[in-house]
């Protein structure tokens, strides 16, 4: 999905998830963002379509007792493998938030890549769907 900033992609987003949640083909959501409060805001706005998403969660992998974390790229590249086997262990839901931000080559993008890869469904959400060095965004053909 692409939309100019602010636009209002997280709402959308997380209905998607919802459904995905409510289908029964997502039993868990990974969101995420640049920034951590990024990853609070869109915690918050889970709230408003009945998910409990946790922000920036200090724990390993996807907690049990609520829908999913928002965590950073940062986050994500610091524990690649940890995230795999999660996302590998129950259905799971990625949401990428301006994923411009992830160049294919780059720490950010290769963990992506590693981490994502056994997700039931990626998500890229972005007001930019490229990159200024022509570093392919991960997810995107």
Not at 7 to 20: D, W
Not at 30 to 41: C, D, F, G, R, Y
Request: aromatic share 4%; with cysteine.
């Amino acid at each position: 999905m692409e939309a100019c900033p602010a636009a209002g992609k997280t709402i959308p987003g997380l209905r998607v998830a919802h459904e995905q949640l409510a289908a029964g083909t997502a039993q868990k959501v990974l969101i995420l963002t640049p920034t951590v409060e990024l990853a609070v805001q869109w915690a918050k706005e889970a709230a408003h379509v009945g998910l409990r998403i946790e922000p920036n969660w200090p724990g390993v992998g996807l907690p049990r007792d609520c829908n999913g974390l928002a965590i950073t790229y940062q986050r994500l590249a610091s524990l690649p493998e940890i995230y795999r086997v999660a996302c590998a262990r129950e259905p799971t839901i990625v949401i990428a938030d301006e994923p411009h931000h992830m160049g294919q080559t780059a720490a950010w993008g290769q963990a992506y890549g590693i981490a994502t890869e056994p997700a039931s469904l990626r998500l890229l959400l972005s007001g930019t769907p490229f990159r200024s060095d022509n570093d392919p965004i991960p997810g995107v053909a």
